[in-house]
């Protein structure tokens, strides 16, 4: 960071294997007047930086903000690795790169630990987490190998449009939302065929359903879809022991895609939260 006082600081810079990676692809609308933190904006699994985008543009006259694809997904480099360290060393080195002195980080599933753990490691340049709809806890086996195998049957089929895509997937993944959501990252001319590696996110699978313990006391704001099952009453003491400035909202009538299903509540939730 630019700041002489204050700079920003982190483990990673000791680690040439990660500061030798390349940027992150992101997109930043610096909002150049406004004297407001960046909101950061982070996706979950199978997703990428637009998956947040409603969310983000809500804000946008207001707030700069950075949308970013984490590693392995989207337009970001690929990497055989993806603990929560060196996803949250990531996106720090985004930050350092724009120079970003402070921000308010937004996470949904996936990106919401990626949200705590960045936290963790510079807390005092997050003034303020939104965690969507997932926990600070290990999850083990949370019902994606049938995911995983019909992306995988997607790959195998070699499918030329989204339509035969669908076809490929619906044997393993039925559910039409869920379809549609795994198919924004289909592109036909990748010989993959998914702009995400998905190699690397199943043999990573357990690492991004497992989380190491934090502490941040940054007030953070977890929004939980009313019917999904990622943000359960029983993890409250666990949210509690690690993020003691936790305050919680329930979307209701909602899955884990919340932010997509009820956007507005969603954005109104975030407002009320960024002025109190």
Known sequence: MTSSKNPLSFNAQK???????????????????????????????????????VIARAFEQEFPTLRIDLRNHGQSFHSETMTYQEMAQDVIKVLKSLSIEQCVIIGHSMGGKVAMKTAALCPDHVKKIVVIDIAPVNYGEHGHRPIFAGLKAVQKAQPHNRQAAAHALTPNVPNPAVQQFLLKAFQADLPERFRFNLNALESNYLTLMGWDKISVKIPTLFIKGGRSDYLLEKYQASILEQCPLAKATVIPSTGHWVHAEKSELVIRAIQRFLRS
Not at 21 to 26: G, S, V
């Open 15 to 53: 680690n040439a294997k990660i500061s030798n990676l390349p940027l992150l692809h992101y997109q930043f609308n610096p909002q150049n007047e406004s004297h407001q933190p960046t909101l950061v904006f982070l996706h979950g699994l199978f997703g990428d930086l637009n998956n947040l985008g």
